[in-house]
């Protein structure tokens, strides 16, 4: 006997079909003798339409307030699924976020989970209860209602199975699992039948928005094996876990991301130190950088590179522009919004040199120039321009999947 | 200063518009140096749109999970009206049954305010803040979300007026006030500026749903003075209080309740004990019996007649039909559905004698027979038929305020 923690996005309980759906897989993991813990969104729009409804009264809505109202939401589709539960005849209880223990920072809107208290839940599992808690949300130390933020109950179901030791956390989604690239684009995408908790949070972070990455983290922490799975089909989803045995794969997956602009500061002066200056002053803006790139130093100048997300490039540019470049000494600031980018991820490239080889002369045969180009233990990313992204992820695909895989 | 507890209906709070009035109205009261605490119902037909969809997935949902999903509709409107509150740049804070202390029994859907601990109200009252609070919903002590039933959210305000010690407790509605009649029926149906507890009782017992029974009940209990006005006219409204001085006035309203049929056993053998045997066993089946009355002796028979609720009338039928009736001794059991109770109430008709027959005498003028006779020691209420009842109340009125009260 098991016990099982299953999270249900909110299109998997949007309607009485998809409730008792959900009820069947439910019950039937139940009646296998396991111990079930559901965790539940709410349902289809409810969250944005309750937006909605808060900034037609007040587009400034303090977020204490904004939470309270959105904390109904799972409320609603929480009660709903467990009527549907036990309409099948099975025992249920839910329980909000607050009665199954989540206590959060004070951040509303974005609060962190700081504990996960299991007595309430402990005391309805040894009533044999089936338990529906709601995802996404929690109560802060005055007592007051919480929200994680978007894509929180994935967050919500790991911590629950990390604080009543859970033997698998299965995240149902509208997908099958997670895919060697988007299937919907690329021919012959693959479902990976396992993947390390390292490559999905590169994968995540690269759009490849299967999994909150929050919810990756805490699941590494905490070593939970995390099980991807589509709660239409009924198949086998994706493992994620700690170790995966690679064998012949030599990556995991290739994403694009297209959230993505360019920055350069051109003509820096080559003294120490100012590339310290510039990302700190970003930081303390809030602005998040990812890949940054340094020119080697050419008479006496360089010139410096990152990428920013096109919300952030706006408030980047005016916090770089002139007179702050002068100050610097850098002769101009210069940037590029028509820009993806395309990954390859893979614990498996560690021990297989060429990798990168690989992915760049797919890249040339199909003519795509590299603007930028970035590398970790176990991705490489390289910028390109937006209208190759969707070409350049097939064709890399193409080489490592179709050809490669089978050598 | 004064405390001031504010409850709104669920039509006051309907939708953008109402809430803006509501926050209008709340808004006003505090800034004229008051504190105010506000009880809000779900915005307008919230509470049957979730019991539509929860009827949709199970119809018999357990009560607990009904309770569950319904104190969700509260939490919208409460955090949508302190929303309101703060676009009109006042403090507010919205808090939930549980988080206001609101301890109730366990019986779902149905719960019993236990207790209401004042420390987190009086906390926010400190602060300055307005207090925007979910009405008809508790917690019990499984930490489970309750509910008070219908009507309940007049009971938590009227309940927050006593465990906060407030000066007055004001009930928003659709109407202006109490009326000497339904104003949509009677002619000259005349406002009342006030009105005693155990008046309003038996007019709200009589259908004139102005307040919850339960709530005035409370009221009298802890002497809170309460005030039903509108929302939407912003007049005086009436004062429901302990001591009304009734000057010239005899009677206070005139109501009709057509939720009523009489069923009579005829020929009940003339042996003591026969009376009670009859009542225990309709109250053992948890009927509500109203007026009863019993005929003088004849021949060693009488005929026992009492009104029950239209939805009793089958199940009573068949509890006193034979084998029943022939134990008894009694010939058969008759019953008439067609019929409507007419009362006055009024706490002076004590020192009038004469009120019973200044009523009797208006529908012998209009030709309207009298089938039952009850009287209280507020109250006279009679049995007609269905058809002739609003032309009762519309002389007995006449009678009383157009004629009467200016003698």
Not at 40 to 60: F, H, M, P, R, Y
Not at 277 to 302: C, E, H, P, Y
Request: a negative charge; glycine letters at 6%.
């Amino acid at each position: 006997m098991a016990l099982i923690v299953q999270k249900f996005g909110g299109s998997s309980v949007a309607n009485k079909d998809r409730l008792f759906n959900v009820a069947d897989i439910v019950t039937r993991t139940y009646a296998k003798g396991n111990k079930v813990i559901v965790v539940v969104s709410a349902q289809g729009d409810t969250t944005d339409d309750l937006i909605a409804k808060a900034k037609e009264v007040n587009e400034d809505a303090s977020k204490r307030e904004m939470d309270m109202l959105l904390t109904a939401g799972e409320q609603m589709s929480a009660s709903l699924l467990a009527m549907a539960i036990e309409k099948l005849g099975y025992p249920v209880v839910s329980l909000l976020g607050w009665q199954a223990g989540f206590v959060t920072s004070t951040a509303y809107g974005s609060a962190r989970i700081k504990r996960v208290e299991p007595d309430r839940m402990q005391k309805e599992l040894d009533k044999k209860n089936i338990i529906v808690v709601t995802g996404f949300q929690g109560i802060n130390r005055y007592d007051d209602m919480t929200t994680l933020g978007r894509g929180g109950s994935d967050t919500s179901a790991v911590a629950i199975a990390a604080a009543m030791h859970a033997d698998l956390c299965q995240i149902y989604t509208d997908v099958e699992g997670v895919y060697t690239a988007d299937p919907r684009k690329v021919k012959n995408a693959q479902k990976l039948e396992a993947i390390s908790y390292d490559e999905m949070l590169e994968l995540a972070s690269l759009g490849a928005q299967v999994l909150n990455n929050r919810s990756v983290e805490m699941a590494k922490k905490y070593g939970i094996e995390l099980e991807v799975l589509s709660s239409m089909t009924r198949k086998p989803g994706t493992i994620v876990k700690e170790a995966v045995k690679m064998e012949e794969m030599l990556i995991s997956g290739v994403a694009k991301d297209e959230d993505v602009a360019r920055v350069s500061i051109i003509g820096v002066p080559d003294r120490p130190g100012l590339a310290f200056k510039i990302f700190s002053k970003l930081a303390a803006n809030n602005i998040n950088v990812d890949i940054i790139l340094q020119s080697v130093g050419r008479n006496g100048t360089k010139d410096i590179s990152f990428t920013v997300s096109h919300s952030n490039l706006k408030p980047t540019i005016e916090l770089l522009n002139t007179p702050y470049a002068e100050q610097l000494g850098a002769n101009t600031v210069v940037y590029d919004e028509n820009i993806a980018k395309v990954s390859v991820v893979g614990a498996g490239m560690e021990s297989h040199p060429g990798t990168a080889a690989k992915m760049f002369e797919a890249l040339f045969d199909a003519n795509i120039n590299i603007r930028m180009i970035s590398t970790s233990e176990i991705k490489i990313s390289v910028l390109i321009d937006r209208a190759d992204a969707d070409r350049a992820v097939s064709v890399i695909h193409e080489r490592f999947f179709d050809k490669t895989q089978q050598h």
